[in-house]
């Protein structure tokens, strides 16, 4: 079996300085697929230093955008060059189908190449003038990178939120120390690998496989970090943000979700439940912005309900690696059973349970469950409000406009908001006043690595993504000249 047992410091592979490992489980199997170095303190602080220095003094920073786009771009290559390998790794690490972990993996291929093409726009749009209203002076504006960033990230779209912070970082002139998931760390390590075989300069990526207490909290306190990067629950958001407090440190937080969609009685109602099964079984509703809240109007209510129900049953449920298979696993026993909590729960808070809940009968191991359908569920349930992460969609009906706005934007929530109707004016209105940070119009979920991506409220600060991913990694500083022959006469006349 192969070895995952390092970290991937300054460019060498080395042990972890108490030598610990941890397991990570094929959520299909509920068998170990390989034992993980588990970093701690000691090695957070390795790391960062080693991050530091290529920071301070190494190549990386001072190398042209053209230069670290090549790199970028080898990257990139070098993604694309083990796109099936990569893809199965995703698929035992985290259990996802595979047509799904080769869309993420191809995905983050893209997203090096876009940052490449960024890095190497930076070379002519990094400085640019100011207009001052005093001829005297000449100022420029100019970005530059942050510095040391510290990148932490969830298990459930592993390589692809590595490279959504490791691309953008890069391209800046950053340098980083990514810590992945204890629960998906294996693609992050292949990542070091395919970076190191891209000559990125040594120290410019290191990378932490450990747990979120004893690897991923060292690093968001460890002061020589200037940025921290996070995807994840709100509450370790909260804490992360709480280190970045103490010392200033730049902070962007991409959080959960609770993400409605509204659709419209002019849909097309097989349209419609296409969409909402894409918004929330796609990657078993393990997705932030998973469209978990949809609100139905009256007239094609039971209709829809009626058909979501027929094409839910319809879902082949497996192995992600076996053809055909369109949900996989939960992705550990936790969450599995906090799932399963959260169906019990609605099914006592007054919703009606149309389909799913239970452990599909072809599947004795592993942590799958068949995906829920719950209808008619009361505006102040647990399951409407709070995020569940799974395969579990909430439904009620509306009857005008006004009333499905209110009760879209009624949570703490604002990552993604969905909207479905013939009618472009009305789509367009209601995409103006939903109040979250991606509204999908006539769809849920497409994803692009050139548009904006990050939450309003509580999910999150800061965007992905695009030129606003690159910018999160980005300083603007000014350099303002005094250009006149003349004194400046203040004090001395
Ligand atoms: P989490 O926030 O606990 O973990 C995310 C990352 O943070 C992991 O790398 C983890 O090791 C690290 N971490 C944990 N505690 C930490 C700490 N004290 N300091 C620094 N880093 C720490 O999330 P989770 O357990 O992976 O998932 C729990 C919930 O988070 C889910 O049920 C869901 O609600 C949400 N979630 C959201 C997203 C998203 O994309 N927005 C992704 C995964 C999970």
């Avoid at 419609?272 to 990657?283: R, S």
């Avoid at 008619?376 to 009333?403: H, K, M, Q, T």
Wanted: aromatic share 8%.
């Amino acid at each position: 079996m192969k070895t995952y047992a390092r970290l991937f410091i300054d460019g060498r592979w080395v042990v972890p300085a108490k030598s610990g490992t941890f397991e990570t489980i094929d959520p299909s199997s509920e068998q170990v697929i390989a034992d993980v170095a588990a970093a701690t303190a000691e090695d957070v602080d390795l790391a960062v230093k080693a991050a530091r220095k290529a920071f301070d003094e190494g190549p990386w920073p001072r190398m042209s955008g053209a230069e670290r786009a090549a790199v970028l771009r080898r990257i990139g290559k070098g993604i694309r060059e083990r796109l099936q390998e990569l893809a199965e790794i995703e698929v035992r690490d985290n259990g996802k189908p595979l047509p799904e972990a080769l869309w993420d993996v191809g995905d983050a291929a893209g997203c090096f190449e876009f940052y490449a093409s960024l890095a190497e726009q930076l070379d002519e749009s990094a400085e640019a003038p100011v207009n001052l209203p005093d001829d005297r002076f000449s100022s420029i504006a100019r970005k530059e990178p942050v510095g040391v960033a510290g990148a932490i990230i969830p298990w459930n779209f592993p390589l692809l939120m590595a490279a959504w912070k490791v691309a953008p970082a890069l391209a800046a002139g950053c340098t980083m120390v990514l810590k992945p998931s204890e629960l998906t760390p294996l693609s992050a390590l292949e990542l070091a690998d395919i970076a190191a075989a891209a000559e990125l300069p040594a120290g410019a990526l290191n990378v932490l496989t450990g747990l979120g207490k004893d690897a991923g909290a060292p690093l968001a306190e460890h002061p020589l970090v200037d940025k921290l990067a996070f995807t994840g629950s709100v509450p370790t958001g909260s804490r992360i943000m709480q280190a970045a407090a103490r010392d200033i440190k730049n902070v962007s937080l991409e959080l959960g979700g609770k993400s409605p969609f509204i659709v419209f009685d002019d849909s097309d109602v097989d349209a419609a439940v296409e969409w909402i099964m894409f918004g929330i079984f796609w990657n078993q509703g393990e997705v932030c912005s998973a469209t978990s809240r949809v609100l139905v109007q009256r007239k094609i209510y039971e209709q829809v309900l009626e058909r979501l129900k027929e094409q839910t049953q319809k879902l082949t449920i497996g192995n992600g690696l076996q053809e055909g298979v369109l949900l996989g696993p939960l992705i550990s026993k936790g969450h599995f059973q906090k799932v399963h909590e959260a169906v019990k729960r609605g099914a006592t808070e007054g919703a009606r349970l149309l389909v799913g809940g239970s452990r599909p009968a072809h599947l004795d191991k592993g942590y799958f469950m068949e995906p829920v359908v719950f209808a008619d569920v009361p505006l102040d349930s647990w399951i409407w409000n709070e995020e569940i992460f799974g395969p579990v969609v909430c439904i009620r009906p509306f009857d005008d406009e006004a009333e499905a706005v209110r009760e879209a934007n009624d949570t703490r929530f604002g990552l993604g908001a969905a909207v479905m109707s013939r009618d472009n004016a009305r789509c367009d209105r209601v995409a103006r006043a939903l109040r979250a940070g991606i509204v999908w119009v006539n769809c849920s979920q497409p994803t692009f690595t050139e548009a904006p991506w990050g939450g309003y409220k509580q999910s999150g600060i800061g965007r992905e993504l695009g030129e606003w991913g690159l910018n999160n990694y980005l300083e603007t500083k000014q350099i303002t000249r005094y250009d006149s022959d003349k004194p400046w006469g203040w004090y001395i006349k």
